[in-house]
């Protein structure tokens, strides 16, 4: 682990250094002078985290870089369901000891899961935790299917409903007095992929916050969120993928964030083809199958975990009851990319598009 930290940060340093002549040359900003930078690593949840930000100098930003990786770091291995780590006790340790023992566990983990149930209740159980094992079996299918095309097939219903019977989310206890977390059912396992990224995106970015750094747009595999706005006093513009990747136009819409977050899901993304059908990596609680309503959805909010769950949620809800959804909630808008490519939005998410799309 020690050896893959040092050449993740070398590999930052030569990025900011490649960087800062254009930043030199292009974005000084105000009195502080400020400058642009980028830094990306790639060995945190399995994707790309990126950062861009505004500092005086190399320095300065390389500090705060190290400062996320390191604490995104944290949250990588205690919300792992694959590797074990040498003293902690993370979601694999929990899964491991399903019916059997209760784990003592960070609270990081603890205020995750409560999050989770949160999202279990207000989205009906569109996002459920406790489907590991159903995701499971998706996972193992698709990889195989990925790995070889020509042999590629889909899960059987029956094994699928079998599995179904061990996802109920009442069924993860947890004990806040005694720190620990049980499931109760030994079949059950967690996936938190709907909540993870989103919820340690969060929580990174409001450790800055509390430190007064801002200027700062943190993106952890496309779970996006904005401290405060750019140094030049405008808001970050982030343009959100076309679901339709053969398309000339890379982005279907541009958006303005200042302090929000912005998260996409779409069949884009993780997918395999059986017998000339797309299935993704979203799978519907009700129909054991990707979601179909949908090829992508993006919602923007103040809070980064919660914009994680939702849009896993309404990709899996039809369109008048996400919308409900959305609606009902302060400080919600979303987007939906229908099967034929045409856009709904909510009511409220024309107030963040960017009139220089």
Same mark, same amino acid.
């Given at each position: ?14 990025? /900011?250094?490649? /960087? ?21 690593? /790639? ?10 930000? %505004? ?39 929990? #899964? ?117 750094? @801002? ?26 993928? #076309? ?9 279907? @819409? ?16 993780? %997918? ?20 179909? %309503? ?57 107030? %963040? ?5």
């Amino acid at each position: 682990m020690q050896n893959k930290k040092v050449l993740t940060f070398i590999i930052i340093a030569g990025t /900011l250094a490649a /960087l800062t002549m254009a930043a030199v040359n292009t974005a000084a900003i105000g009195a502080k002078k400020e400058q642009r930078f980028h830094a990306e690593f /790639l060995n945190l949840f399995d994707t790309v985290t990126q950062i861009v930000g %505004y500092s005086k100098n190399k320095e300065e930003f390389t500090q705060i870089a190290t400062d996320v990786h390191d604490e995104l770091e944290i949250y990588h291995q205690l919300y792992d369901i694959y590797n074990d780590y040498e003293g902690i006790a993370n979601i694999k340790t929990i #899964n491991d000891n399903a019916g059997k023992n209760p784990v003592k566990v960070d609270q990081k983990i603890i205020d995750m899961l409560k999050l989770a149930g949160e999202a279990y209740e207000k989205t009906d159980g569109k996002v459920n935790a406790a489907m590991g094992s159903v995701l499971s079996i998706w996972h193992d299918y698709r990889t195989k299917g990925i790995e070889n095309p020509e042999t590629a097939e889909i899960p059987p219903m029956d094994k699928l409903k079998e599995t179904a019977l061990h996802t109920d989310f009442s069924k993860v206890l947890i004990d806040e007095e005694a720190s620990t977390v049980y499931l109760e059912d030994p079949d059950m396992r967690l996936d938190v992929g709907a909540i993870a990224k989103g919820y340690a995106t969060e929580q990174v970015a409001r450790s800055l916050e509390a430190r007064g750094i @801002d200027h700062v747009l943190l993106s952890v595999g496309g779970n996006i969120r904005a401290i405060g706005i750019r140094a030049d006093g405008k808001p970050w513009k982030l343009d959100i993928q #076309n679901p339709d990747l053969d398309s000339d136009k890379k982005a279907i @819409d541009t958006l303005n964030l200042d302090g929000d977050s912005l998260v996409s899901s779409g069949d884009y993304e993780r %997918y395999y083809i059986v017998d000339g059908l797309k299935y993704h990596h979203i799978i519907n609680p009700d129909t054991l199958m990707p979601a179909a %309503y949908f090829r992508a959805v993006s919602v923007v909010c103040i809070d980064s975990g919660w914009a994680d769950a939702l849009s896993t949620a309404i990709f899996n809800l039809p369109y008048e009851k996400g919308l409900a959804l959305v609606e009902s909630m302060e400080g919600v808008e979303a987007m939906w990319v229908l099967p034929d490519n045409s856009i709904k939005t909510s009511s409220g998410y024309e107030a %963040y598009r960017s009139n220089d799309r």
